[in-house]
């Protein structure tokens, strides 16, 4: 059993900062990428940031420069920290990865049940 745990989430003002974590516990053999979505509501879920193992990141448009994402192998935990929040970043951010389990030959996807951001102007 594979879970992914997102913490860190909350309510901050406009210009404010959060960093979220999640950490993947269970048994498996690899994890290849990990990100973090986020859906606000009426809206899809969108790519925020995603990292490989070998730490290279990519950003959406909307945070490139006021997020960053890192990760730390060791503990498999991925972190996301949000600086200059705007109202329009509010939304439930989802831990994702891409997990290489011991009884599969390739990796499958997990999500976590995310965690709320919520900027007030």
């Known amino acids: 059993q594979v879970q992914l745990q997102e913490t860190g989430g909350g309510l901050v003002q406009a210009g404010g900062s959060l960093r979220l974590s999640c950490v993947a516990s269970g048994t498996f053999s690899n994890i290849f990428g990990m990100g973090w979505y986020r859906q606000a509501p009426g809206k899809q879920r969108e790519l925020v940031a995603k990292?490989?193992?070998?730490?290279?990141?990519d950003y959406s448009d909307s945070v490139r420069g006021r997020f960053t994402i890192t990760r730390d192998n060791a503990e498999n935990t991925i972190f996301l920290q949000m600086n200059s929040l705007r109202p329009e970043d509010t939304a439930v951010y989802f831990c994702h990865a891409i997990i290489h389990l011991r009884t599969r030959l390739s990796g499958d996807a997990f999500w976590g049940q995310g965690t709320q951001v919520t900027v007030s102007s």
């Open positions: 990292i490989t193992n070998g730490g290279d990141t």
